[in-house]
Nanobody, 125 residues
Framework: QVQLVESGGGLVQAGASLRLSCVAS????????VGWFRQVPGKQREFVAS????????YYADSMKERFTISRDNARQTVYLQMNSLKPEDSAIYFC??????????????????WGQGTQVTVSS
């Protein structure tokens, strides 16, 4: 089992930056691809970004790849999501995920094995 705990969300103004963190415990994080999804209440979960086991390959949703950066520090068991130039439409609950399959598959499925509880990001206009 892997437990994932996100942090770093909050209320910011449009144009600001936030860095989300996700700390994993239970098993070594380098066994897994990792990623971020987001969800607005009443809507489907949306893929944000993913990274392979060592972070050398990353994948992004088209609408976010110019502003968001995913990274990981396996020694710290931590995944990051740097979000720049935030927009009100980025407001959502952001979830960290981990899965033993390829990070390249994350964009078209939401059945990753491990999910965190989420952290709220609110961007005001």
């Amino acid at each position: 089992q892997v437990q994932l705990v996100e942090s770093g969300g909050g209320l910011v103004q449009a144009g600001a930056s936030l860095r989300l963190s996700c700390v994993a415990s239970g098993r070594e994080l380098n066994r897994y691809a990792v990623g971020w999804f987001r969800q607005v209440p009443g809507k489907q979960r949306e893929f944000v970004a993913s990274a392979n086991w060592d972070g050398s390959s990353t994948y992004y949703a088209d609408s976010m790849k110019e502003r968001f950066t995913i990274s990981r520090d396996n020694a710290r068991q931590t995944v990051y999501l740097q979000m720049n130039s935030l927009k009100p439409e980025d407001s959502a609950i952001y979830f960290c995920v981990a899965d033993p399959t390829s990070a390249s598959t994350f964009s078209y499925r939401t059945n990753q094995r491990y999910w965190g509880q989420g952290t709220q990001v609110t961007v005001s206009s």
